[in-house]
DNA sequence: TTGTCAATTGTCAGTCGCTGACATTACTCT
DNA sequence: AGAGTAATGTCAGCGACTGACAATTGACAA
């Protein structure tokens, strides 16, 4: 079946998102040039790009797998949960499966590094943000299909995503730039940002909501 | 007060605006080159460069002045209205005050084409969402302030301003991309967007609440 | 095993976005 | 009118990225 072709290609792939992986978190993601990539995993320019179309894909990729994730595990939710439900719980079960998941291409610990680099970084916060849009459109129709509404008359499914992945955005902002790197950390403010959505869209905004120290 | 060298400059920085748009939106972003812009103003490239950061900042000097309005208008707000609440008065304002504020830069109906291709292009989406950025955060203070909840404790004014903005940035990619330019339909949409997202987190899914076609 | 085919890679040249350095031009102000 | 400063042009160069073509290397049949 797996060619000797096949590993090989997965193998300098690999190689080439840990050495990236590295130098990004070593020298930044800007002082790093593609040719130091390259030159690291032992191959020409030429081919790094025959693998990622751009820089910033290297960087993201492990984000990309991880969303991926997110969108077929949503697909496997009960059909008659509310979708916020569903997505809330799919959270979950991508914070499980997460160093299963990324740990054949790359450690948790240099993951969690890496985010923080993606989130000091300007050019890798906005491509992270592009990452989700394809999410949100991919959610948003399969939220239609199982609600039976029509996306193209019914603003809720994408309004809906919207609202979920600009939160979830902004919450990665905060655990990027806590300076505590540790899973646990993400996953709990995270999960405390989902769940203060009702609670910011409610009428009553008086007292301590609290409780969500980084 | 104003010296000629003063009006010079807002007057080639104008100029580079509208070449840029010109260019843009009857070539597209990508096939437009910097020199091509600079030429069409007769400045050399370096004077160009002078002016903007890069490319994508004269494409979206528009948006960033419209979205810096929009966060004056929000401090203006009565100070007792609920942050939502606001932030809707502050989006019927600023679409009010649009042609008006952008009018002395681009015409309306130029403003509005080129949104259409920063819709269309992936990299002017991006960065187009780096500029929400800087507002989300900027917003998310100044509800902290307003409310007097500690931002750094409850996660209540980031997570608002996130799917505040998500939902608008959603609205954004529906309008540029349904092939209606025209300001009524912007502004509809957009309102659609925002007035679901109590609905599209209610309990109550059932029925058809679609009325937004495009 | 060997030879053919196709996939992968390296090399090279070139474009485009963008920057630093320095000389030149153009306004301002006395 | 002339000194001083701000704006601009020129040039050289880096890094991301691409197309074209040649060289290498697995795959697979004879």
């Known amino acids: 079946m797996t060619g000797l072709r096949e590993r090989k290609k997965q193998r300098t792939r690999d190689a080439l998102i840990r050495a990236a992986h590295e130098l990004f ?4 993601y800007e002082a790093t040039t593609v040719d130091q990539i390259a030159e690291a995993v032992e191959v020409s320019q030429r081919t790094f790009f025959r693998y990622f179309t751009n820089k910033e894909e290297v960087a993201l990729f492990v984000q990309g797998m991880v969303t991926g994730r997110f969108q ?4 496997t939710r009960p059909i008659d949960e509310h979708p916020m439900e569903s997505l809330r719980h799919t959270l979950d079960a991508t914070w499980d499966g997460l160093s299963l998941a990324i740990g054949e291409i790359v450690p948790l610990e240099l993951h969690m590094k890496m985010w923080q680099v993606i989130e000091m970084t300007p050019a890798l916060v906005t491509a992270n943000l592009r990452l989700s849009l394809v999410m949100e459109e991919k959610l948003a129709m399969e939220i239609a299909r199982r609600t039976g509404v029509d996306i193209d008359r019914d603003p809720r499914p994408r309004v809906l995503v919207a609202a979920f992945a600009g939160v979830m955005s902004a919450a990665g902002r905060q655990v990027g730039l806590c300076g505590d790197a540790s899973l646990e950390t993400a996953r709990r403010v995270t999960n ?3 769940d203060h959505l009702g609670p910011a ?9 609290g409780s969500c120290t980084v």
């Open 25 to 28: 978190i070593t020298q930044g």
């Open 72 to 75: 077929e595990a949503f697909r």
């Open 192 to 194: 405390a940002y989902v």
């Open 201 to 209: 869209l409610s009428a009553d905004w008086s007292r301590d909501h």
